[in-house]
C-alpha cells in the first residue's frame, strides 16, 4: 500500500547488531505510516558497522542519525560530531548518556539539534517521554523502576522454582535474557546507568553516573526467597530516584539501585520475567506506572522508531538543568531482617535491645525452625542506612547468632489506591 | 523561586468545577517550572462559569483555551469557534471528543490550531501521548482498559467484601467515587465515550460513539465474583478496541465494552480500587500497560498542565485518518458460564453436546453444591459471540437447568512474558 512518494527523510545508522537490524526491518516495514503522519518518508541512508560504511559521508547524506552501537567509544565523538552539525540524533545509549549526557546535552541546544533517548531507558517502557512531556510541569518526588530484564528474570525465576541463583542465572544464559560475561547486569551497574538518566529528568538537576549507589543480585540465596514470601513479600532489583529533604530544608536527592522486597500491592510486585517497569510519583498525581518488555531487538527498534518520528515533526531540547541538587546518601528504608540464633531464653529480648538503642521498630515478625537453629525473619519500620548498619554490627556481636544477619530493603506501598 | 519574568502565556479557563479550580492552583504553583521549560510565563487570563466571564472577551485575550466544562453543549461551540479563531485547545471532554471528535479535529487541522486531550482519557494515565507519540508508527493490534475508575472500585469492593452490587455502589457513592446518578458510569457510556478515543487513535480511523457496543456492571452478583475466585479470575470493566480480520482478507476494528474476567497473570488484573490502566497490543513491541488513578481533580489538572506546555512549545497535529476501517461486530472470545442444575445423571453429557453443536470446548470446570441445586462454572475456549448465544439458549432449554446461565467474557494472557 505505497502512498505518493514525498521528500524523503534520510536516516544515518550507526551500529547494525540486533537493535540496528531490527530497525532497519521495522522503519521499512512502517514507512507508509510514517509518510502519512509527517509528509516525509523514512529511508536508511547508509549504515556504519566495523567492517563498513565511512562515519563523514553517512553524517553528510543524513537528515538524522540513530547511534545504536552502544559504548562510550567512538559512539560519543560521533553523536558529538552529528550535533555539532546540527543533526538530529536519536540514541539507545545508556552508558554514553550516564557518564557524558551533560556534555552532549549542551552541545545539543547549542547547535539547534535533538538528541533522543527513549530506548536507553526501559525497553518500550516510554518513560522518557512521559517524564519529559507528561510531567514536564510536575513537581515529581520518586521514580522507583525495575529497569533491567535480566536480573528479573533470575528473580522471578528463584522466586517461581527455588532455583539457586547460578542455577537461574544459567537459565536465563541458555535463553538469551543473560549475557555470557552477566556482570554489567548483575551488579546492577545497568539498572544505575538508567537511573542516572531518569534522576537528570525526574528532578532537573545535573546526576552523573558516578553519583549512583548500586548493589546486585549476586548475594541473594533462594532462603531470602523462600523466607520472605511468608511474609508476603516478593524481591526485585529496585532503582530508585528521590527528594530528600536536608536539615537545612532545601531538597538534595538520593540515586540508587538495590535488591528490595515489594509488598504484594506494590504496583511493581508483580512485574514478572524480562518486563521492565518504572512508577513515577508526584504529588498532584500520585502515581503513574508503565510497563512492559525490557530491551529486546523489535522492542528497542520501536522505541527509537518513535523518537525518529518525533524529530521529523517538532523541534524539542532538553533543557539546561534548573537545579543543581546535592546527593544525599544516608536515605531511610524499612528493611527485612534475618536473623540465625540459638533458640535460647532471651535472645529476642536482647534483639529488642540492640534495636531500640538504634531507634529501630519492627513491624512484623515470624520465628520458625528449631531448638539449636532457629531463625528470625523481621520487617522493620523505615530506618538510615547507618543505624541499620550499627543494628547489624550489635546483633553480629551476640553470643546467641550464629551467622552475620541479612538484611534487604523493603518498599512499602506509599499510597493508597 | 520566581526566575526572571519573561514573556506570559495566556491560559482562558472555561469551566470552573473541580478540575478547573484544581488546574487553576496548579498552574500558579508550577509557573516558574514552566516558565523554565518554555520560556513563557503562563497565566490564567479569564475563567468562564455560568455565572461569570465573557466568552468573546476570554477568547480575545487568550493564547490557548482549557476547556473542562464538560458536555457537549455549549463546549462545542466554544472549542470550535477557538480553533476556527486558530488559538490552541486543551480539553478534557470525552463526550465532545467521542461524538464530535472528526469535526473538531479537521476544524483544528484547517486553522493550524493544536487540540489536546490528554485528560480524556485514563485519568493521569498518559495514553494519548503515548499512542499518538510513542507508538507513532507502530502497527496497533489491540487496546484493553480499564478506563472507568468508578465501576473499577464498585467491582473490587464487591471481590473484596463479598457485598452486593447494590451496596458496593453506596459505598462508591458515599466515598465520592460515584455520583448520586452513576448512571453514565456503570451502564459503561463512559468507557465506551473513551475507548471510541482510543480507537480514533490507535487504528487511525474514524470511530464514532455510536460505533461502541457497551454492556455496564448493573448486572453482576457477588455470586459472579465468588464462584470465578475459585477459577483464579478476577472481574473488571474492560474497554477493548481490536483488529478483526475480514473473509476478504483486510483489517476490520471492533470497540467495546463489557465485564470481563482476568486470569491473574494479565497486566490489568492486579489493577484495583479506583486506578485506571491501558494496556497497547503491537507485534514490535509485545505489550506496554500503564496505570494510574481515575479521574480526580488534581490528577486531571496535572493531565491538562502536560499538554498545555506540550502546546506551548511544538506544534503538534492530529492528521486526518488514513484509514476508513468497518466495524466487525461479532468477535470471538473465551467466556465464563455458569450454569445452575439438579444434579442428575446425564446433565454433563447434554451440556457437552450442546457445547459441542456449537463448536464450543471447554478449557477449565468447576463444580459444586449438592444433589438438587448443582452449580457448574467452566471456561470456554474462545468462541465467536453469536455461537456462545446459540449455545445458551440450547443450554437455558435444557430440562435439568434450573436458571438462565450467566456469561462473562473471559481475557487470556495474550503474551507470555
Known amino acids: ?24 526491518a521495522l522503519i521499512a516495514d512502517r514507512a507508509d505510516a510514517v509518510e502519512h503522519l509527517t509528509g516525509q518518508r523514512p529511508e536508511v541512508s547508509g549504515v556504519l558497522t566495523r567492517s563498513r560504511g565511512d562515519f563523514d559521508e553517512i553524517l553528510a547524506s543524513s537528515d538524522l542519525l540513530v547511534e545504536v552501537m552502544g559504548g562510550v567509544d567512538p559512539a560519543k565523538d560521533y553523536v558529538l560530531r552529528a550535533l555539532s552539525a546540527g543533526k538530529h540524533v536519536v540514541t539507545a545509549n545508556k552508558q554514553l548518556l550516564s557518564r557524558h549526557g551533560a556534555e552532549l546535552w549542551d552541545v545539543a541546544r547549542e547547535n539547534g539539534a535533538q538528541l533522543r533517548f527513549e530506548a536507553a531507558v526501559g525497553g518500550v517502557v516510554p518513560v522518557i517521554r512521559v517524564l519529559t512531556e507528561s510531567l514536564a510541569g510536575a513537581h515529581i518526588e520518586r521514580v522507583h523502576g525495575i529497569v533491567n530484564g535480566t536480573t528479573n528474570f533470575i528473580l522471578t525465576r528463584m522466586a517461581e522454582t527455588g532455583a539457586s541463583y547460578a542455577a537461574a542465572l544459567a537459565e536465563a544464559q541458555a535463553l538469551g535474557f543473560a549475557e555470557s560475561d552477566p556482570t554489567d547486569d548483575v551488579s546492577g551497574a545497568d539498572a544505575a546507568a538508567k537511573m542516572a538518566i531518569l534522576a537528570r529528568l525526574a528532578f532537573d538537576t545535573t546526576v552523573d553516573f558516578d553519583a549512583v549507589r548500586f548493589e546486585g543480585i549476586e548475594g541473594i540465596t533462594s532462603d531470602d526467597l523462600a523466607y520472605a514470601q511468608k511474609l508476603g513479600l516478593s524481591l526485585k532489583l529496585i532503582g530508585t530516584a528521590e527528594r530528600v529533604p536536608q536539615d537545612d530544608g532545601t531538597d538534595g536527592i538520593n540515586v540508587r539501585v538495590h535488591p528490595a522486597f515489594l509488598y504484594a500491592g506494590h504496583p511493581l510486585a508483580s512485574v514478572g520475567g524480562s518486563f521492565n517497569a518504572v512508577t513515577i510519583e508526584s504529588p498532584a498525581i500520585t502515581e503513574i506506572t508503565i510497563s512492559g518488555p525490557g530491551a529486546g531487538g523489535s522492542q528497542t527498534a520501536s522505541a527509537v522508531l518513535g523518537d525518529v518520528i518525533s524529530a521529523m515533526i517538532p523541534p524539542a531540547s532538553t533543557p539546561q538543568p534548573r537545579h543543581q541538587l546535592p546527593i544525599v546518601e544516608d536515605v531511610p528504608s524499612a528493611y527485612y531482617l534475618h536473623v540465625e540464633v540459638e533458640d535460647e531464653p532471651g535472645v529476642l529480648a536482647q534483639l529488642a535491645q540492640v534495636l531500640g538503642l538504634q531507634g529501630i521498630s519492627v513491624k512484623s515478625f515470624v ?41 534487604i530493603r523493603v518498599i512499602e506501598e506509599q499510597f493508597a489506591e
Chains 1, 2 share one sequence.
Open 1 to 24: 500500500m505505497s502512498e505518493s512518494s514525498g521528500a524523503s527523510f534520510r536516516v544515518g545508522l550507526l551500529g547494525h547488531g540486533t537493535v540496528g537490524a531490527a530497525f532497519e
Open 367 to 407: 520465628q520458625q525452625g528449631e531448638a539449636e537453629h532457629a531463625q528470625l525473619s523481621m520487617v522493620l519500620h523505615p530506618v538510615v542506612e547507618s543505624r541499620l548498619r550499627g543494628a547489624i554490627e550489635l546483633i553480629d556481636g551476640l553470643p546467641p547468632v550464629r551467622a552475620r544477619p541479612r538484611a
